[in-house]
């Protein structure tokens, strides 16, 4: 019979008792710091950020509600109330003012927390009441978007916790955006 020769190779420290070198719990932990820090920043952006984000928005729709106007040949409205904005369409077989219903890109939008706005248009501030809904409650938009390419004028000045930005409108139709 032969016998076999077993030969066993001992390294100086167990299997079981080794652990983690003090270098790669700190590369551990440097790498879980960077990840959280670009998911925070990505999920949370700076408050000035959010506010230019809302500026550009806001503006970008008035924009594209006034460019559909004109397309459709019918008047559009922009109606604000607490913390933010609709779009309405005018009806004129009845003279009245409707919701937008299941249009995604004119819907109800609010503004991100933390953001406050204003509205001025011919210069005299206008004071944002909060609605309550009710069917025979009457719309009325604050500014118009007239089926010519003609903007009623605005001032909106949205605030933030560092920032202040101001989106004008012209009776002709241009609108700009200014930091303050």
Do not use: C
Request: aromatic residues 8%; without cysteine; negative net charge.
């Amino acid at each position: 019979m032969h016998k076999k020769l077993q030969v066993k190779i001992h390294s100086g420290i167990n299997q079981l008792e080794r652990g983690f070198t003090l270098i790669e719990i700190l590369v551990t932990i440097a790498i879980i710091a960077v990840i959280t820090s670009m998911s925070l920043i990505l999920f949370n952006p700076p408050s000035d950020q959010r506010l230019k984000d809302e500026s550009s928005k806001l503006r970008s729709l008035i924009q594209m509600a006034s460019d559909e106007a004109v397309l459709q040949g019918r008047e559009i409205g922009v109606e604000f109330m607490k913390g933010g904005y609709r779009f309405l369409d005018f009806d004129p077989f009845l003279e009245v003012w409707n919701k937008r219903e299941d249009d995604h890109i004119f819907r109800e939008r609010y503004f991100s927390e933390g953001i406050n706005f204003e509205i001025k248009l011919e210069n005299n501030e206008i004071e944002i009441k909060s609605k309550k809904e009710d069917k025979l409650q009457s719309l009325f938009p604050h500014i118009i978007l007239f089926s010519s390419g003609e903007i009623s004028p605005f001032l909106i000045t949205l605030v933030g916790e560092n920032t202040e930005l101001i989106i004008e409108a012209k009776i002709n139709g241009s609108i700009t955006t200014k930091e303050l």
